[in-house]
């Protein structure tokens, strides 16, 4: 698998420092060179999760940022991100790669659930909060993506309350895992098989998650219905 080249980190830091169409468009062809090099690591990653996960579709953001309802109205992104999602209604969850001087990072889960699997999650966090624990504790997950993370509610969500069993983790909106990145890891050789396997090692969790969001919380799966 192709990494990145220290010519792709130095361009992305001027293009932080010159965010403006004006600097851009001569440098037009240097971005170009930038961004085949992204492609090709982000295809690397891609290929190498198939070998153990399917992905539906991986998604490469683009350079442009929409800056109709932000007060930030510089123009362009200064960083290559794409994300993965996991092929089929049975595989739920999603892989997220950030490449940006001194801010790169991976991270894995579910940043926007909608009420419905919302609501899921929490109901199975209150009945069976032990397992979800047991998982995101194991030794190697949390050498690979330390502690849950993500926004939450400030006492408790609708329908539950303080003292709710496990209300700790059902106070999430969010349930996601961040892996953050020196410049120097982001340009070993090695990188893209590092990241290749922090992935890996979410498998154990997201196959939780999946037959949480696929089941009732009798067992009965809702695949089906």
């Not at 199975?124 to 047991?134: I, T």
Request: proline share 5%.
């Amino acid at each position: 698998m192709k990494s990145f080249t220290p010519e792709a980190l130095d361009f992305l830091k001027l293009l932080k420092a010159n965010n403006s169409r004006e600097w851009f468009h001569p440098h037009k062809s240097e971005f170009k060179a930038c961004q085949q090099q992204a492609k090709d690591f982000f295809k690397g990653i891609e290929e190498d999760l198939n070998t153990h996960d399917s992905i539906e579709k991986a998604k490469l953001f683009r350079i442009y940022r929409d800056i109709r309802f932000s007060n930030d109205k510089t123009p362009f992104n200064p960083h290559f991100a794409c994300s993965f999602s996991r092929a089929g209604a049975e595989r739920r969850g999603g892989y997220y790669l950030r490449v940006r001087p001194g801010e790169s990072f991976a991270a894995i889960g579910f940043w926007q659930p909608n009420p419905r699997d919302l609501m899921r999650i929490r109901k199975a966090l209150q009945y069976e909060g032990e397992e979800f624990r047991e998982v995101i504790q194991d030794r190697e997950f949390a050498a690979a993506w330390g502690h849950l993370k993500g926004d939450k509610v400030k006492t408790a969500p609708k329908g539950f309350t303080r003292d709710t069993d496990n209300i700790d983790l059902i106070r999430h909106k969010q349930f996601i895992f961040v892996r953050e990145f020196t410049d120097s890891e982001v340009l070993h050789p090695e990188f893209p098989q590092r990241v290749g396997a922090l992935f890996l090692a979410a498998r154990p969790w997201f196959n939780l998650m999946s037959e949480i969001l696929t089941t009732d919380l009798d067992g009965r799966s809702l695949l089906d219905q």
